[in-house]
Every structure is written in C-alpha cells, then in structure tokens.
C-alpha cells in the first residue's frame, strides 16, 4: 500500500512529505518530499543589498535565525576583510548557544507530542519561552531577529539582559534535569526510542549527515571545535557523543548538547563585563543607524539623528551612502560554516565586487540530513517511522529556504 | 592543514589550485572531475571523504557561462577545500558524483532545479524544490522574476529587479 503522509501533517514538523510504500505495517520503502515551504531566499539576496541579506537568510531555519545571521555574516565578514569587535564575537556566541538551546527545546517538546510524551511538550514550550523573552528584551523580536549584522551586532544587551540570563541560567539546569528524570528511564520513551532509527557512521558520513545525528553515531564532528569561529576555541565546553546510533542516543546527545550550551552562555557572561563596541568602526562598513529605546519602544537613537542632521555632514553622507546604497564587496568566494543545532549550516557567498551578493547559497543541515531517511525508516514499523524523522530534527524552513 | 599546505600537497598531482581568504580551490576539468575527488579521498594527508555542499553560479556572457563548487571537508583532519569546474552554455552537463558521494543526491538535483545542469548518471534527477511543472531556471541570471509595480504611499514602486539603485 501506497500511502503520503504529508505534507500537511502534525507529526513531521512543518511541510514535509513522505511516500511510504508499506506492507502491513512495515515500511518497505521511503521517499520524502520536499520544496512545499520554498519562498526563494537565495534568489531574493541576489536583489538586495549586503545589509538586507540578513534579514533574508535569517527566516530560512527559522528555529535557528542567530545561525543563520551569523553564517552569513562571517562569511560576508572574510570578504570585506574585516572582523567583528571582541565584545560583538561574545554577544554572537552568547546569543547562539541560547538559540541552541530555544531550538533543542522545541525538538524536545514536539518529539515528546509526537511519541505522546504530552507533558514535555507544555514544558519544553514554556522554557524556551522564557529563551524568546530574552532574546525580545535584547534585539526587539522573538524570531527573526537580524541582531547579527555585518561588522558586528546592531546593540547591546539591554540594561536587564545580564539579569534576565542569570535568571534564566539559575533555573534552567534544574530544568533539564527535569527532563531527564521524566524520559531518560521512562519505559514507554525507552521502548519508542531504543534501536529505532539506526544510522551507522559510515552510512551518515556519506549521505552527508552532521550534527547531533552525528555525534550521536559516534563521529565527534563539532565545527565549533573543529573548525573555530568567533572564539570558540577559547571556551570550556565539551562536544557530547554517543555511539548506539539510534533515534535514544540523538536524545541523549541534544540533552547534554544543553547542558554545554549553558557552560558557555556562562562564560559569555564573565566576559560581557569588559565593556566595548559591538560594531566595527569603518563608516564603510557598519551599519550607521543606532537604536535606543525610547517610551513607545525601539527606534533611532535621538542622540544620533542631531548628531547627522545638525552636527556633522560627513556622518550624514556616510549614513545615506551606507542606506541607501550599501557596501560594496570586493570580489571573491567564500564557504563559511558554523555548527547549528541541526549541523553544519554553510553559507557560500559570492561577490563580483558590487553593492549586492551575486550568489548566496545556504548548505542547510536539515536538507542533507533528511535524506538519511529512508535509510532510518526502511525495513521499521510505520510508528517508528515518526519517531526516526523526530529524532532528524527537520526544520522546513532550512530545508526548503 | 591550513589552505596553503593544502594547495601545496595538491599541486603535486593537480596543478590548477589557488588560495584566497584560506581556502584552496582546485579547478580542473569535468572529464576529470571524479579522479580528482577520488584522488582527493583517498590521499590519507588529505582525506576529503565528506562532501558538504554542491554550489552553482551563473556568470551569463562569460566562459565557461557555469561554474560548479565542491565543497569538500575532513572531518578527521579538521580541513576543506574546494573543487571548481567550469561548463559551457551550450552543454551544461557534468559526471553525477551520487554513487561515491550518495549526499550528491539532493543536492544535484537541486543544481538541476535551479540551473538545469544535468548531472549524467543521476539516479532520478527531477525538481526537488520547484514544483515538477516549473518552467525555466530560476536561479540563472537572464530568468525574469515577472515582478510588477506597487503602489506605496501613493506611487508607484518598480519590482526589484527594474529599480535603478546599486
């Protein structure tokens, strides 16, 4: 029996088609399909200038939009030869971890619905609530943000940003431990995840699979750790692993993933103390607009408009030049990768030394680690099936950009 | 190793590399595409076995019109490097690398959707973002994005690709 499951399913997070060719309840053979989400991103940056591309590529893996931001950036970065202010590189890292953790949240909550672990969905949600608060409080928006930009970041932390992360830092380990006590001996949860969805590291390293799928197949592959960007190789965290290659090792890993997000958000913290720009000083570069807030909420900085409109006319052309044109990036090619919550999300930026992105191609960890599927999923039960594709972690926005 | 010993050691067997921003690229030609990377996984100093990503340009009046990146990575050694070929207008077709690399897959057929570059020996190469019905391919340069004018605070704004800034 033919039958789709999908495209417009709860159970496989977001758009995702699969044709299952089942017998009885064995799946005998799988195709997932995709593209139901494609909104054009990296034909839409061909038409914008640098600055804007933020705020395309950052709507791509919507659950990870400071990976997205940053990828970009850097790889922007490298062409224009220049590198963001210490204290930027910090919020990035800062921000990226809680990210890390807000997404392995949600795949934690909507796993935990979909193997009828309903209560971990309520708790999963109202953690990464509290991620979203912070991450409002801090860039002005719950998702989406385009924090990162080129050459730094857009603003500070907000007066209550340290505290409202200390707060969350103080809960959140109990937290997952939380977690951990209401699944990781669960016998239903065991049951549902134990030896379901194998994925040996052979198999995964050729179909291209990175991530905690990965790490959870035995392969220590971290680009945080392999390939440092942004300072990470001056944190103290470990890269967990597993080697049982099935959908509990997945869990186990993101679970601990967690916990080392949290040691390095803490570490973020110490270093925020030294105060220091968050965006480079090149006119030609940064992004001149500067935010504050006022009482009706986010907008230009009335310090800053006096100060082009009535002080200084080189700061006045920098800013129309700068927004209205852009910057212009000397020609050349650049892949640049950073460790997302799904793998390696790679940005390939091309320039040819004009005021927009010739080509802009995403390498989402989700859409090469779907095609892991029908490995996972072949030769299972159909149930189990939805338990594999949980334990990928898709997000169709990455997967279809 | 960092992109220079990278360009060094591959030099020795393919002549064509170049490093800019700490990246080497390799260019060699699509008859030789396989033996490059078969040579490039194998070659324990360098060990490319993972393929991360197939990435394609269009550069409309220049030749070769397309050129395809490889990017190839370590992920025992901790380096990368990348493989450009070049293909001419009139006959964009390229070795599919799907029984070596079976990632390829999508991402070839994601080169095709997008360019229409067929990659000969693909085991099924169909659309995979763009409906199957599409027509055209639009992430080559000369394709129309049919936008139209819209009106905003009373004028009326070209579509994106017809507005004279940058």
């Not at chain 1, 910090?90 to 979909?114: D, K, P, Q």
């Not at chain 2, 229409?116 to 055209?136: K, Q, Y």
Request: charged share 25%; aromatic share 8%.
């Amino acid at each position: 029996m033919i039958v789709n499951l999908g495209p417009q399913h709860p159970s496989t997070h977001g758009v995702l088609r699969l044709l299952l060719e089942l017998d009885g309840e064995t799946v005998i053979s799988c195709r997932p399909i995709v593209g139901y989400l494609h909104t054009g991103i990296e034909k839409n940056t061909e038409y914008r200038t640098w600055q804007q591309g933020v705020t395309f590529v950052t709507r791509a893996d919507y659950l990870s939009p400071f990976f997205n931001e940053l990828a970009y950036c850097l790889a922007v970065e490298r062409l224009l030869g220049v590198e963001a202010p210490p204290r930027a590189q910090v919020l990035r890292v800062l921000f990226c971890e809680l990210n890390r953790v807000a997404s392995h949240l949600v795949w934690l909550a909507t796993s935990g619905l979909e193997l009828g672990a309903i209560s971990m969905m309520l708790y999963g949600f109202r953690e990464r609530e509290v991620i979203l608060d912070i991450f409002e409080a801090a860039t002005g928006l719950r998702m989406n943000h385009s924090y990162i930009r080129i050459g730094g970041v857009v603003m500070d932390l907000p007066d209550d940003g340290e505290q409202r992360i200390r707060d969350f830092l103080a809960v959140m380990p109990g937290r997952i431990s939380e977690y951990e006590a209401l699944l990781a001996r669960n016998p239903i949860w065991l049951e549902r995840n134990r030896g379901i969805g194998l994925l040996s590291a052979d198999d995964g390293l050729a179909l291209g699979v990175t991530g905690p799928i990965l790490r959870a197949s035995g392969v220590t592959a971290d680009l945080r750790k392999d390939e440092p960007y942004s300072g990470y190789e001056t944190y103290d965290f470990d890269v967990p692993v597993r080697t049982e290659c099935d959908s509990y090792a997945r869990f186990a890993v993101r679970l601990e993933e967690m916990r080392e997000s949290l040691r390095i958000v803490e570490q973020c913290l110490e270093r925020l103390q030294e105060p220091g720009a968050v965006m480079v000083e090149d006119p030609k570069v940064a992004w001149p607009a500067r935010l504050s807030v006022g009482p009706d909420g986010i907008g230009n900085d009335p310090e800053y408009i006096r100060h082009i409109m009535e002080e200084s006319m080189e700061a006045l052309i920098h800013h129309f030049k700068i927004v209205a044109q852009g910057v212009s990036v000397p020609a050349g090619e650049v892949y640049q990768a950073v460790e997302s919550p799904r793998g390696e999300l790679g940005m390939y930026v091309v320039s040819d030394g004009g005021h927009r992105p010739y080509r802009v191609k995403i390498r989402d960890p989700s859409f090469v680690n779907l095609q892991a599927t029908p490995t996972m999923v072949e030769g299972g039960l159909l149930a189990d099936a939805i338990a594999a594709i949980a334990s990928i972690d898709p997000v169709l926005g990455g997967v279809d950009r | 190793m960092r992109a220079g010993a990278i360009a060094e050691r591959v030099r020795t067997r393919l002549p064509d590399v170049v490093v800019a921003r700490d990246e080497a690229t390799v260019f060699v030609e699509r008859d030789m595409l396989i033996d490059a990377l078969d040579w490039l996984a194998a070659e324990p100093e360098l060990g490319f076995g993972f393929l991360s990503s197939i990435q394609a340009t269009d550069w409309p009046g220049q030749v070769p019109r397309f050129w395809l990146a490889y990017e190839l990575r370590s992920t025992a050694l901790h380096h990368r490097i990348r493989v450009k070929v070049g293909l001419p207008e009139d006959d964009p077709r390229v070795p599919s690398l799907t029984s070596r690399f079976p990632t390829a897959n999508w991402h070839e057929r994601e080169v095709f959707d997008f360019y229409g570059i067929v990659f000969d020996g693909h085991p099924e190469l169909t659309r995979i973002l763009l409906p199957d019905d599409w027509e055209g391919y639009p992430l080559r340069k000369d394709e129309e994005l049919g936008g139209v004018d819209t009106r905003y605070h009373g004028a009326f704004i070209p579509p994106v690709d017809k507005r004279t800034s940058a």
